[in-house]
């Protein structure tokens, strides 16, 4: 047998995918959220000079052209052959504030005119540290102590803990530990009620202090059977102090109306995030229209500028290329931006046809649904649907909600056969643990057999699963005396 070495020219005809760089951007600009997507088109704002900020009125009256010089309507590209030679563009570069680099930087406002209005001033909250410092300038004029109760208030966690060890503070600051005691003891005086505590006992005793009504069984309970009341084995306290169940209950009631927490009720020390809606739907008559945000999707146009200089350089062959490739750059970003928009149309419109339920009458309908259900739907790829839900949220009557909400595992049950999501059967448990008679909870079994009179079948692993995800307490630490 031999074999033949050589070289030959065969022609083969396959399909693969190529990701170019505009098909990357396009993906990318598919998953950003609204912050991460303004981030982005502030960055191309910044490098192609040829891209516009314009406002959706002056996008929709604007006719635009594609990377071939046709005509598309959309995109905000201006056709001018007709009316070049009308218009006097030194007059129209000063009205609309070009600069000397031919792009609009600012826009002129008479310095004597003052606008004061409740919209250009915003909150400011409180942080912890902040509200205990205005406190302690008050409680002591000594210079020690203040000292020493700044190192404090500044060592305290976000939810008004002590962090560091009295041995520590004094080593830190150089005061023997008498007056770290001390000036802890003004601090446990200020507001909120039980800041600066060392751990939850001393946290509680000091509210029950300041509410005057600390006494020798509270000490008790808090000292030796904290435990004990956590997990609501009130009768094991009783039998322990020597007194009723119903005694224990009461003190319990007035325990659990303390704060355990007292530094969370200000001002976190860190950025506040705000959620804007990519997609409102409102209902109209019996059925619902989807809207996409315009605030969301910014609104770009190509500058009408540097279309004119594109047609004068013709006979500078690298000035012409440049203004080429970002004409072409920015046409495919303004597309990119209305393919996503589209996109996300599509599959909110398919995820609100599907869950109309959920919009009628709650949380109780909700049902299970995957991204190949929307992607089959929509008529295209799983992937994609993914994206276009990434950290997007949708505004409805039954208020905000992350799109990924309405996709979901569930069970299969309902009269109509279709499967019933895992967010429904937790709220048919809240509603089921609402309703209850305090003094005898349903346990999980019962609650197994109730959701199962209403065609729901799941084992009670599953309900105990689903209850501790809400984080509601077993039926025996739920039961009241």
């Known amino acids: 047998m031999s074999m033949r070495l050589g070289y030959d020219l065969t022609i083969e005809q396959t399909q693969k995918l190529v990701m170019t760089p505009e098909l990357i951007q396009a993906i990318q600009i598919l998953q950003f959220n609204t912050q991460e997507l303004d981030s982005y088109v502030q960055e191309q704002l910044l490098v192609n000079p040829v891209l516009e900020q314009g406002s959706p009125s002056s996008t929709d009256s604007r006719e635009s052209q594609d990377a071939d010089g046709r005509r598309e309507e959309g995109t905000g590209v201006s056709d001018q052959s007709s009316q070049e030679s009308d218009i006097d563009w030194k007059e ?57 109760g700044r190192y404090i208030i500044e060592s305290l966690d976000e939810n008004g803990y002590m962090t560091l060890t009295v041995e520590e503070i004094a080593k830190a600051t150089g005061a023997p530990p008498e007056k770290i005691e001390e000036v802890l003891d003004i601090i446990h005086t200020f507001d909120p009620s039980g800041v600066g505590a060392r751990d939850l006992r001393e946290c509680l005793l000091i509210q029950l202090e300041q509410k005057g009504i600390l006494n020798e069984g509270f000490e008790t309970v808090l000292g030796r059977h904290l435990e004990d009341l956590a997990a609501n084995r009130l009768g094991a306290i009783s039998r322990s102090m020597g007194i009723t169940v119903k005694e224990v209950q009461e003190m319990a009631d007035v325990i659990k109306s303390l704060e ?12 506040t995030r705000y959620i804007v809606p990519d997609v409102l739907v409102e209902r109209v008559d019996d059925d619902y229209v989807v809207t996409v945000n315009d605030s969301s999707s910014p609104h770009l146009i190509v500058s009408s500028y540097y279309e ?17 490739d970002r004409l072409n750059s920015a046409v495919w970003l303004i597309k990119s931006i209305d393919q996503r928009k589209q996109t996300i149309y599509n599959v909110v419109q398919a995820v609100v046809k599907y869950q109309k339920e959920f919009f009628d ?3 109780k309908y909700l049902k299970t649904l995957t991204l190949k259900q929307i992607a089959e739907e929509v008529g295209i790829h799983e992937s994609t649907v993914s994206r276009s839900i990434n950290g997007k949220y949708l505004q409805s009557p039954m208020g905000v909600f992350e799109i990924k909400y309405f996709f979901s595992g569930g069970v299969a049950g309902g009269q109509s056969g279709e499967g019933i999501s895992s967010k429904s059967i937790k709220s048919f448990i809240k509603e089921m643990v609402d309703s209850e008679d305090p003094k005898s909870p349903y346990s999980d079994q019962e609650m197994v057999n109730m959701l199962k009179e209403k065609g729901i079948d799941i084992s009670r692993r ?8 809400m984080q509601i307490l077993s039926s025996s630490k739920r039961r009241r005396y």
């Not at 355990?260 to 950025?271: I, L, M, V, W, Y």
């Not at 004119?308 to 080429?324: F, G, I, R, V």
């Not at 599953?462 to 995800?469: F, L, S």
């Open 92 to 148: 129209y570069l000063k009205e609309r504030q070009y600069d000397d680099i031919s792009y609009r930087q600012w826009e002129y406002r008479d310095p004597d005119e003052k606008e004061n209005s409740y919209e250009q001033y915003t909150t400011s909250d409180v942080t912890l540290p902040e509200h205990l410092m205005f406190q302690l300038q008050f409680a002591s004029h000594k210079k020690g102590c203040r000292v020493v």
């Open 260 to 271: 355990p927490k007292p530094g969370r009720q200000f001002a976190a020390q860190t950025d």
């Open 308 to 324: 004119k200089l594109l047609t004068e350089a013709e006979k500078d062959s690298n000035l012409s290329k440049y203004l080429t």
């Open 361 to 363: 009458k709650g949380s």
């Open 462 to 469: 599953t309900v105990a699963k689903y209850r501790d995800e």
